[in-house]
């Protein structure tokens, strides 16, 4: 049986996690139009942006971050745009998040109690299991003060092989 992930309402007591407040690097965040059309552009960047990084972990990366830009599209009102930021939160852990501007009640989760029929109509839409898969841990947390939803971003972190982080990054990478 497929699972697959489907963003349903999640109460409003239920915590989220915020996004890091210190980070040994951080890379400029880039913004993209909310454009399926896109996603090649915030692959491109994130290669360039870890270069120098393991392969492995870069493709890994590059397919998470994918993910998370067509699902920012897809949740996110038309005509919006939708942000990634990039950290290196310490030597071993690599953060993405994408934020888009979508202020609506529903959250990314992983689904449970669904009939095999709900399961394969969903197959299309597993782009979190993915992430889910991949990364080394997944969640999201919302945009604005309060009760003022925003936006969501959607985080992945991803392990560093040791000894593989490039040489040299300093504390803020600027875009090329």
């Not at 897809?74 to 290196?88: D, I, M, N, S, T």
């Not at 969903?122 to 299991?129: D, I, V, Y």
């Amino acid at each position: 049986m497929t699972r697959t992930l489907t963003p349903v309402p999640v109460p409003a007591s239920e915590p989220l996690p915020s996004p890091p407040r210190r980070a040994s690097t951080w890379w400029e965040h880039r913004v993209y139009p909310s454009d399926l059309a896109q996603a090649r552009q915030v692959r491109a960047d994130l290669r360039a942006d870890l270069a120098g990084f393991e392969p492995d972990l870069v493709d890994t990366v590059l397919l998470c971050a994918a993910e998370l830009a067509a699902n920012a599209v897809k949740y996110a009102p038309e005509g919006q745009e939708f942000l990634r930021a990039l950290a290196l939160l310490d030597e071993r852990t690599l953060w993405l998040a994408v934020v888009d501007e979508g202020g609506g009640i529903s959250l990314p989760r992983i689904p449970d109690g669904r009939s095999d029929d709900e399961w394969s109509w969903a197959e299309g839409q597993r782009g979190l299991m993915l992430v889910d898969s991949l990364a080394q841990a997944w969640g999201h947390y919302p945009v604005g003060p309060g009760n003022a939803r925003l936006g969501l971003g959607v985080w992945a972190t991803f392990p560093v092989p040791p000894d593989e982080r490039p040489s040299g990054l300093p504390g803020f990478v600027m875009n090329r």
